[in-house]
Antibody, heavy 112, light 107 residues
Framework: QLVESGGGLIQPGGSLRLSCAAS????????MSWVRQAPGKGLEWVSIIYTGGYTYYADSVMGRFAISRDESKDMLYLQMNSLRVEDTAIYYC????????WGQGTVVTVSS | DIQMTQSPSAMSASVGDRVTITCRAS??????LAWFQQKPGKVPKRLIYDASSLQSGVPSRFSGSGSGTEFTLTISSLQPEDFATYYCLQHNTYPGTFGQGTKVEIK
């Protein structure tokens, strides 16, 4: 099971950290991803962290977002800086490269 | 980045119809492809992985096929609960990319 938290309303240029609590498996043993969905739009893969610690980002968030994990707590994080209006979306954490399990999502709204 | 072109973007179908959705990759992705179903206001649900493997608990009327650059999702006999939006996902290279989605509506 995956449970996200940390979403909210934030002004453009601000920062937010999303969290995802995993249960039933160890985040250290599998790759973990963040996927987002803007209102009325399709799905966009934001970032992934592999078991070896390698990280990848979509071009749209490169240099602004950072994915990390705390293996001792089985937690996944997404630090989001320099937020833009177009980052407004539901953010989901998902397990494995083929996204077999998803959280319920957390809503991020970037607006002045 | 690999582009995934999904077609059609929307379709109308009747209960009992056979439905086929296609995804084309801009370059070969072997079988690193999954299909997802999303109903309004709900979390996406994985139906197919590795291009043709049925996710546990998913009805057998769903099937996937293909490799390389061309993939299909088939619903053999559309049921009322199948009206939703479907997405393909390639995870051969990163960042992974989704297709634009196919909305299946009631005719």
């Amino acid at each position: 099971q995956l449970v996200e938290s940390g979403g909210g309303l934030i002004q453009p240029g601000g920062s937010l950290r999303l969290s995802c609590a995993a249960s039933g498996f160890r985040v250290s043993g599998i790759s973990m991803s963040w996927v987002r969905q803007a209102p009325g739009k399709g799905l966009e893969w934001v970032s992934i962290i592999y078991t070896g610690g390698y990280t990848y980002y979509a071009d749209s968030v490169m240099g602004r977002f950072a994915i990390s994990r705390d293996e001792s707590k089985d937690m996944l994080y997404l630090q989001m800086n320099s937020l833009r209006v177009e980052d407004t979306a539901i953010y989901y954490c998902a397990r494995a490269s083929a996204l077999d399990t998803w959280g319920q999502g957390t809503v991020v709204t970037v607006s002045s | 980045d690999i582009q995934m072109t999904q077609s059609p973007s929307a379709m109308s179908a009747s209960v009992g119809d056979r439905v086929t959705i296609t995804c084309r990759a801009s370059q070969g992705i072997s079988t690193f492809l999954a299909w997802f179903q999303q109903k309004p206001g709900k979390v996406p649900k994985r139906l197919i992985y590795d291009a043709s493997s049925l996710q546990s608990g998913v009805p057998s009327r769903f099937s996937g096929s293909g490799s390389g650059t061309e993939f299909t999702l088939t619903i053999s006999s559309l049921q009322p609960e199948d009206f939703a939006t479907y997405y393909c996902l390639q995870h051969n290279t990163y960042p992974g990319t989704f297709g634009q989605g196919t909305k299946v509506e009631i005719k």
